[in-house]
């Protein structure tokens, strides 16, 4: 008797599983299927100051409603693309400004828009590259099936909280997931007196983007954001790869370029950042 009340238990446990995996497959199966399941993640940390955050964003708002970027998605398979907007700094301070929205014409990507300045602008502390790529690696496939995933990541500067950013990066490009980057490169000192870093550029190249066709657009300066995420934005959703293509891991550092994690604090417990 009681060998029986064990194998019925481990039956019912087993037809449990088999029913939450079952719930799984169908929720995944009944995704609207897109083009592209893009997430746009914007970096509020401390060195941006209030004018360099609302141009961040106003270029966002722009880009997203420019008639250009509109011909890019129609011109798809589908004629439509899921995009999330999340603000990011410190390795657990993500906020979901704008969950998965469906864009597909003028009047979707303006409803995404009105979600994304209607939402108050805030500021968190440090820079967690790893911290935000592990925060959205997870969102995928959830409400939309993509043919592809990116994670479109903006910033000022290299991570400095977190695990290591390359492996952050390698793990989520093992998962068929491509990370492109837009690096803010500016001589514009932040809030502390302290200078941007110099070759932000090459630092996003060998240690933040990666995956099949991962490329960056680099804004010269934060009045130039507007154009090179309208740019980025382009090129992500028609699929293209600027003619110059970076390394798909990190590589031996140019000179003069800091190492991946050269800012990384040592800490055995890096999840409190």
Known sequence: MRKAGVLSAVALALLVAAAAG???AARVAGATEVDLELILAVDVSGSIDEDEGRLQREGYLHALTDPG????IQAGRRKRIAIAYVEWAGYRWQRMVADW???????????????IKA???VSGPFTSLSGIIDYSVPLFGKA???NRQVIDISGDGPNNRGRPVA??????????IVINGLPIVN?????WGRMPMQHLDLYYRNCVIGGRGAFMVVARNFPDFARAVRRKLILEIVGLTPPERPVLVAAAQ???VPHCDAFLRPTQNYEDY
């Open 101 to 115: 929205t469906l864009v597909q014409d003028m009047a979707t990507a303006q409803a995404l828009a009105g979600k």
């Open 69 to 72: 970027v509109i011909r890019a």
């Open 254 to 256: 140019p000179s003069g």
């Open 22 to 24: 079952g719930s799984e």
């Open 167 to 176: 492996l952050a990066r390698d793990q989520a490009v093992a998962k068929g």
């Open 144 to 146: 939309f099936k993509g």
């Open 119 to 121: 939402s108050e602008r």
């Open 187 to 191: 001589e514009r000192p932040n809030p």
